[in-house]
């Protein structure tokens, strides 16, 4: 388990306000127990009347846990609700008062960290390249540096890297302020990434801002993050909530149509009873570095994955260790001009919940783990509950359809004894449709209640394309996840019963573009599925027709999975409807500068480097024959002690299978191999220029000159003694790049 660190406390509330925080959480809480007991009561109510057997406890028993984390959902939107209507919200951090900043200090120093595996660099560069624009046009550019930390595998991908950072150095004058590394070493993933930024460099900083690969965030706001941080001592975290945005696909705009209208007043109501015992996100926060150090210090879990092993969903624990040390978690949810991009097809969002799920059950040991407040163990609950609720939905729905059944077999018996008069089944119509009303109203309601708001906002209805089309918009959406709704459940099921078999599932990069899933991959991915929904309505309509009408919605998600997967992952749609209209976000109507700005960078993408501009060469190559490149690459790469007397004999072999079958011969893990040893590319920078143009195998020197279109050297690597950062975190002497440059330049 979790060690407990030695006690050293935040500068803490009085204890007049957590009185108020616990008041408030008290009646929040009380509010989801009566409703969950009010409705389980008229549930127990009707089965009890003929005594309760097996099959009705356990359907008493899901109705209970489902319905109260449906209440739970319900409460925090009604909640959410009131605090936008009222448009007042003491509570909220950005309101709270708070110690005066020093009027002749100096601003605090803040790290901006993109931590990023295998990306695509071109997105990855021209989001933070937007970022600095709108920082910049706050005035408080000099406060904030950048660093992307790499934990890219691929070599391609790491060379392009390499080069874009540089590229961005040159292009934006970032010398000392904008820093690039790549881990030789992906240990720990995304949490080992971040320890090793703070370990390293934290001390530098009092604030660092976590990102993730696919975030964006306008100037303002990383202000006014670093604002409030300096007002409020006691917070050691503050989150913001992203808002979904610059997807094509029908389905991504559906999701975030439904983030930007829905999602202000959840995150609202998130903040009406978590105050300041909120949870971490990972990404679009801000962070004191010091508590962070001091106590986020993530062990290995005992046994194996995927229950034991490293720490997947970090950024729980992450919150918990710091309420646990006396410090704050806030979110910051009136905080606006923070964005992310999510998948763009049904697919890509299951296979995203695929690696989440695994991280998330891990939380069940932590649940009951020493030393963590009541509400960190509710967070971890909730984020296992996120994904079990699947399984245990499955499960209600098969246990109601058995119940049924068993039903049907029943016979009616109207005459007892010597009784002329028939005793007729008592009728508990009334108290199963109320429970129906009641769950449906739970799950429904909020968003009309969001539409209400939207009504009393002239503003945020126009950017939403006018209360007619909002309202059609909503239709729509609610039909949408209605559909999709049992596909997900399946998906989720499928994921916890693999993760229960000790499958696990690694971390790999996720697809972020825009794409569209064509009929092999749906069929694919959704056959098994449209099998299902066919085989159960095919037993329900034949043995419990009645049951069937109601189950209708779950299998017509199942029946029409492929269609639907296919469907809502076209551009083409999506494109039209956003030209008529529908499901029209603030950030389509008017998009904000830090959007503008990226567009602007990904369509113009004239890159300054000249290596940079050469589409069609392998970066591999580029590295080990472009003289620039290669003393970029060099620059860059860490000091690393001598191979052993193995491995070097098994990084010869690579050098004559590299020889005799050209790059193409190794694969990216061989090929990563070379690019990582300091001595072995400037070896093979040296062999490259030293064969004849027609030799075999390695390309020679004459394709590098027409490929490269930088083999003449004259354009040397600008890096100054604050942007060679080496992976180990030493910076690389200038006169010791200089001399590689030299070198390259003049074979």
């Not at 803040?110 to 910049?136: K, W």
């Not at 009504?455 to 006018?466: K, N, S």
């Not at 060469?617 to 024959?625: G, K, M, P």
Request: charged fraction near 20%; charge should be neutral; glycine fraction near 8%.
């Amino acid at each position: 388990m979790i060690p407990r660190p030695p006690p050293q406390p935040s500068p803490a509330r009085g204890e007049g306000v957590l009185w108020r925080h616990a008041l408030r959480r008290g009646g929040f809480f009380l509010l989801v127990l009566a409703t969950t007991l009010i409705a389980l009561g008229l549930l127990f109510s009707v089965f009890q009347a003929n005594g309760l057997s097996p099959m009705e406890r356990l359907l008493l028993a899901l109705y209970a846990i489902l319905f109260a984390w449906i209440c739970l959902s319900f409460w925090t939107a009604f909640m959410g609700f009131l605090v936008c209507l009222s448009g007042r919200d003491a509570w909220a951090i950005s309101r709270q008062p708070g110690q005066a900043a020093e009027p002749t200090g100096a601003p605090p120093r803040t790290a901006i960290l993109m931590p990023i595996y295998n990306e695509d660099s071109e997105r990855v560069f021209a989001g933070l390249r937007a970022m600095h624009q709108s920082l910049a046009e706050t005035g408080q550019l000099e406060a904030f540096d950048f660093f992307i930390l790499s934990d890219t595998r691929d070599p391609e991908v790491w060379v392009e890297e390499e080069l874009r950072w540089q590229d961005m150095v040159r292009a934006l004058d970032g010398q000392g302020r904008i820093f690039y590394r790549n881990r030789p070493e992906n240990t720990a993933r995304k949490s080992g990434n971040l320890e090793d930024f703070c370990t390293r460099w934290g001390g530098r900083y009092r604030y660092m801002i976590v990102l993730d690969a696919d975030s964006l965030m306008q100037g303002e706001t990383l202000v006014a993050m670093v604002r409030i941080m300096e007002r409020q001592p006691r917070v050691a975290l503050l989150q913001t909530p992203p808002t979904p945005v610059n997807r094509v696909s029908l389905f991504a705009r559906i999701l975030q149509f439904a983030g930007s209208l829905y999602g202000r007043m959840f995150v609202a109501g998130l903040n009406f009873w978590q105050l300041g015992a909120s949870n971490y996100w990972g990404h679009n926060a801000i962070v004191r570095v010091q508590p962070f150090l001091d106590h986020c210090g993530l062990p290995a879990l005992p046994g194996r994955e995927p229950f034991g092993g490293t720490i997947l969903s970090h950024d729980f624990v992450e919150a918990a260790l710091l309420r646990r040390a006396g410090w704050e978690v806030w979110l910051a949810y009136d905080l606006p001009g923070s964005y992310e991009e999510i998948p763009p097809t049904l697919i890509d969002y299951a296979q995203r919940d695929r690696r989440w799920c695994q991280g998330n059950l891990q939380h069940l040991r932590l649940v009951v783990a020493r030393g963590f407040s009541p509400l960190s163990r509710l967070h971890f609950a909730m984020g296992v509950m996120s994904y079990l609720a699947s399984p245990l939905w499955l499960l209600f729905l098969i246990a109601t359809g058995i119940e049924a059944y068993l039903q049907t077999q029943q016979e009616w018996v109207y005459f007892f004894g010597d009784h002329w008069a028939p005793v007729w089944p008592v009728s508990f119509a009334v108290e199963m449709t109320t429970v129906l009303v009641v769950t449906l109203a739970m799950l429904f309601l909020p968003k009309l209640l969001a539409l209400l708001l939207l009504l009393g906002d002239a503003d945020r209805r126009r950017a939403h394309g006018g209360m007619g089309k909002a309202t059609l918009s909503v239709g729509l959406e609610t039909a949408f996840s209605v559909l999709t709704a049992p596909v997900l459940m399946l998906f989720q099921t499928q994921f916890v019963l693999a993760i229960l078999l000790r499958r696990a599932v690694g971390w790999p990069a996720q697809q972020r573009g825009d794409h569209q899933t064509g009929f092999r991959e749906a069929a694919r991915v959704h056959g098994g599925q449209t099998l299902l929904g066919v085989a159960a309505g095919v037993l329900s309509y034949g043995y419990v027709p009645e049951f069937f009408w109601w189950f209708t919605p779950v299998l017509l998600g199942l029946v029409l999975a492929i269609p639907v997967s296919m469907l809502s992952s076209s551009l083409a749609l999506g494109r039209l409807t956003r030209d008529w209209g529908l499901f029209l976000t603030p950030e389509e109507t008017d998009p904000p500068a830090v959007l503008r700005y990226l567009e602007e960078h990904l369509e113009e993408n004239e890159p300054v480097l000249p290596a940079l501009r050469e589409r069609t060469v392998s970066r591999f190559v580029q590295a080990l024959a472009d003289p620039y490149v290669n003393a970029l690459h060099l620059a860059l790469l860490p000091e690393r002690d001598p191979p052993g007397k193995r491995r070097r004999h098994y990084l010869e072999g690579l050098i004559h299978q590299l020889e005799e079958e050209g790059p193409d011969g190794l694969s990216p893990a061989q090929r990563r191999e070379l690019l990582a040893e300091p001595e072995l590319v400037q070896r093979l920078h040296l062999l490259w220029w030293s064969r004849p143009p027609d030799a075999p195998g390695l390309v020679g020197r004459g394709a590098s000159r027409s490929e490269g279109g930088t083999a003449t050297g004259t354009d040397t690597p600008n890096t100054g003694p604050a942007n060679r950062r080496t992976a180990s975190g030493n910076p690389t002497q200038p006169d010791q790049a200089a001399a590689k440059a030299k070198n390259f330049s003049t074979l």
